[in-house]
């Protein structure tokens, strides 16, 4: 970083290590000879950034471009952006310090819903218009990707370009053919988002006009030229053993949420949970090989110094082989003094065996997630787990030393009644009932259960997308009811805020009539909203109303079936009459087989991708 | 595993920290530490226990905000190596704000490390010869008192024995301290004590805008008890 006036604010702020770059395996160029600026933004912290594998990934592979410079851009404290607006210093990237609206393409990692004023406050402190049809020749191409442009509706209009699903190969096609076509003098924006139209997994939203039907539900997309695509097909990575995966990682100075080796087991995952995006967005599933992942884990321990491998996936233990990788990993891991942690352990396959593998010194707890306090209700969402495999896991637990258990549900899921949430509070009593059955030499000191509630929201691209969401009245009714079934003080109970969780789900379910009200919000300075802190409910309803846009309308009204989803537009490989039949079988209280088991139809496999399971 | 400890093996470092890396505390030094020593490949004497980790003492804390020219720590091996070869290891696995400039086997303790210099340099519209001589005579006196912050609230204290020695020059535009101040882990002197001396007796660096005031610090060099060279 050698911007000066930047440099002397710090003195002034909290944590200045998260402005200061220069970390050891940071990409440094030379700006006079490459031929595009690529800012990678991510709307939140350092902290919070820096620890996105998304981030790391892309971040390697654009930068092996030699005529591409990526560099970081994150969200400053709010002391940090009152001292950047007081001193007039632009939103910087953290390699150069560069003021990022000389850039060429400035672009988004959108991760959840409540980041979206961020992005756009970001935006505005790097003077870039906020809105796409505001932008001239000379402003960066503003692109948007990551998981919550499946339905990127709420924040099209401020975007050029979105990338839909894997970004490995999109973004640097993207750079390529906006180098190719300056360099032939072809260039100017419009006809360089038309040509890049035309790369499978690129969205271009001012492309397509919406109209909508007289009960304020939309009628169409309709792109506006013949060569444009009807229908936006995700981008995959076919083959994760040969894709590029960092052998370096940016070490930041200051310590990060997750700072260690992250290693990616797989994409996808071969259950269907009804409720889970990501469990279909992500599909097909494609494994790395143990070979690969052991590899690539040595070299990112030799060239980091992290003394922490956490391996990651949707579900760790349904990797096919994962006893023979930890056993390979801990063929080194344990001289080198590294420890493993997997963090998403399912309860119907948590053993004995793969416990004594990872880090069990460090922590107490252990989480588990059953989702719903009844077996009807987990059928419903075909959680597929039993009480017998919570039972059966925190009995392991509990003898392998782990004292404290979190357990995860869902308050708001279709069908759900007072008994399921009664249910919940069963199931605890009954984790913490486990304990007591136990030997007193076996088991570990002062026993510990939280209950862990979040509000469902019914996501885009899952068999409940059709769903209304909970009202906040039912909602905190059915909290007060389940705090008054929680009688064992060893019994913890938090839940989330269904407030935020009905923001969530509007701009998760909303369309481009939410573009208003989220740059209105923005000029009233909301900012880090996915911060408790800086989350105003109050303001958001304000805003939705004077912008005339009823919530209800995207979460507690529900979708019609043959409505046209906002979503509609993409095609995520999953078709909506697999999606159609998994909720008919949800209400018939049916369970699906995984993926292992059995092929259920999803459609997912005409993506191809390099896979085990899929035909 | 088994480590056998017949006399322990300390490796002594000598390093920089400037630029930027004012910003970083001292305890993400320490992190960052750990994971260039483990990338460097030492042999490396880990802590007995649940959660064994690398033995590093470091002296002398430098505070935010401040850069460094001087930083020492040690660091315990299970084996003698080249002190060449671990300098070149670990600078290999080092940025350039921060880099070793000495790595021996030390005849000393840490703690020998008596006195401290620095460079304190305070850039302000206001610099004058007569705002040099104030400050000069300020840091001269017998009587410094400022205000630390303690546990049983603040208190008035007086630095003048802290400081062994202190020049103020005008150079420029730039008022220039040359000090050297206790590194006794007792009495520790933070140099920006010195600043607040100055602030409070001749007003400067008062003005709320970093474009018009503003200071940096560089510790520069270390001492012994009697103004020795410290190694």
Not at chain 1, 429 to 440: D, N, S
Not at chain 1, 508 to 536: H, K, Q, S, Y
Not at chain 2, 64 to 91: F, H, Q, W
Not at chain 2, 145 to 165: M, Q, Y
Request: overall charge negative; aromatic content about 10%; charged content about 30%.
């Amino acid at each position: 970083m050698h911007n000066e006036k930047l440099s002397s604010v710090l003195r002034s702020v909290q944590k200045p290590g998260r402005y200061i770059g220069g970390e050891y395996n940071s990409i440094i160029k030379d700006k006079d000879t490459v031929k595009c600026r690529f800012a990678f933004c991510f709307p939140d912290t350092y902290e919070i950034g820096m620890s996105n594998l998304g981030v790391r990934i892309l971040y390697d592979v654009i930068n092996k471009s030699p005529d591409i410079w990526c560099e970081r851009v994150y969200a400053p404290w709010t002391d940090m952006k009152e001292k950047m607006e007081e001193y007039s210093i632009p939103l910087c990237a953290v390699e150069s310090g560069d003021a990022i609206k000389e850039f060429d393409m400035v672009a988004f990692s959108l991760q959840y819903e409540l980041c979206y004023t961020t992005a756009l406050a970001m935006l505005k402190m790097a003077d870039i218009p906020l809105y796409q049809k505001d932008r001239g020749e000379d402003t960066p191409i503003v692109i948007g990707g990551g998981p919550c442009v499946y339905n990127a509706e709420p924040v099209a209009p401020f975007f050029d370009l979105i990338n839909v699903g894997e970004g490995e190969e999109v973004l640097v096609e993207i750079c390529n053919l906006y180098n190719r076509m300056k360099d032939a003098g072809e260039y100017t924006r419009a006809s360089f988002l038309r040509e890049a139209s035309h790369i499978e997994g690129v969205y271009i939203p001012s492309l397509y006009e919406v109209s909508y039907n007289a009960d304020g539900t939309i009628f169409a997309y309709t792109p506006l030229y013949p060569d444009v695509p009807k229908k936006i097909k995700k981008r995959i990575v076919a083959d994760l053993d040969n894709a590029p995966y960092p052998e370096k990682l940016v070490m930041p100075y200051i310590e990060t949420v997750h700072d260690r080796i992250v290693l990616e087991i797989y994409r996808g995952c071969i259950r269907g949970c009804r409720f889970c995006q990501a469990g279909m967005v992500y599909r097909p599933i494609r494994e790395k090989s143990p070979e690969v992942l052991c590899k690539s884990a040595k070299c990112l321990y030799d060239n980091s110094g992290y003394e922490e491998i956490s391996l990651i996936s949707l579900s760790i233990s349904d990797y096919s082989r994962l006893p023979e990788l930890t056993d390979k990993l801990l063929e080194w891991t344990d001289e080198k003094r590294v420890s493993l942690s997997l963090p998403s352990l399912r309860i119907d396959s948590f053993s004995e065996e793969l416990m004594k593998k990872v880090s069990s010194v460090r922590t107490g707890g252990i989480t588990f997630a059953p989702e719903a306090g009844t077996q009807r209700l987990r059928d419903v969402i075909n959680k597929n787990v039993t009480e017998e495999d919570l039972m059966r896991s925190v009995g392991i637990a509990f003898r392998g030393g782990k004292s404290n258990v979190k357990l995860y549900f869902m308050n708001g899921l279709p069908t759900e009644t007072l008994t399921d949430i009664e249910g919940i509070a069963e199931l605890a009593t009954k984790v913490v009932g486990a304990y007591f059955k136990m030997p007193k030499p076996e088991r570990p000191r002062g026993v510990g259960v939280t209950v862990s509630v979040s509000c469902f929201i019914p996501k885009p691209f899952t068999p409940f997308q059709w769903e209304k969401q909970d009202t906040l009245e039912s909602l905190s009714e059915k909290q007060a009811h389940l705090k008054e079934c929680i009688t064992d003080r060893r019994i913890k109970y938090s839940y989330h805020d269904a407030k935020a969780s009905r923001i969530e789900g509007v701009l998760a379910r909303g369309d481009r009539r939410l573009a208003p009200v989220l740059a209105l919000l923005t000029d009233e300075g909301a900012f880090l909203e996915a911060w408790d802190e800086f989350f105003d409910y109050d303001r958001f309803t304000s805003a939705l109303e004077k912008c005339g846009v009823d919530a209800d309308f995207y979460t507690t009204r529900g979708f019609g079936l043959d409505e046209v989803l906002p979503w509609d537009i993409i095609d995520i490989g999953v078709t909506k009459e697999f999606l159609r039949r998994e909720r008919d079988k949800a209400y018939e209280g049916k369970t699906t087989p995984s993926c292992a088991e059995k092929c259920s139809g999803c459609g997912a496999n005409k993506l191809g991708g390099k896979n085990r399971w899929c035909k | 595993m088994v480590q056998v400890d017949n006399s322990k093996i300390i490796l002594r470092l000598r390093f920089k920290k400037v630029g930027v890396l004012k910003y970083i505390s001292h305890l993400d030094l320490v992190r960052t530490m750990n994971k260039i020593i483990v990338r460097a490949n030492l042999p490396l004497y880990y802590s007995e226990g649940f959660n064994p980790k690398p033995k590093m003492v470091f002296a002398a804390p430098l505070s935010i905000g401040a850069e460094s020219v001087c930083e020492y720590m040690d660091l315990r091996l299970t084996e003698k190596i080249d002190p060449e070869l671990a300098k070149s290891r670990l600078n290999a696995n080092m940025t350039e704000n921060m880099q070793i400039t000495e790595a021996y086997y030390p005849e000393t303790k840490l703690t020998d490390l008596k006195w401290l210099s620095y460079t304190i340099l305070i850039k302000t519209e206001g610099a004058s010869k007569e705002l040099a001589d104030k400050c000069d005579a300020i840091l001269s006196s017998d009587v410094i008192e400022v205000e630390k912050s303690a546990k049983s609230g603040n208190k008035t204290v007086n630095i003048s024995h802290l400081i062994r020695s202190a020049s103020v020059v005008l150079d420029g535009e730039i008022i220039r301290i040359n000090c050297t101040l206790s590194a006794d882990q007792s009495e520790f002197l933070n140099p920006e004590y010195v600043i607040k001396a100055l602030r409070t007796g001749a007003s400067v660096l008062s003005a709320d805008d970093i474009t018009k005031e503003y200071y940096t610090v560089m510790r520069d060099g270390a001492y012994t008890e009697d103004m020795a060279q410290f190694r």
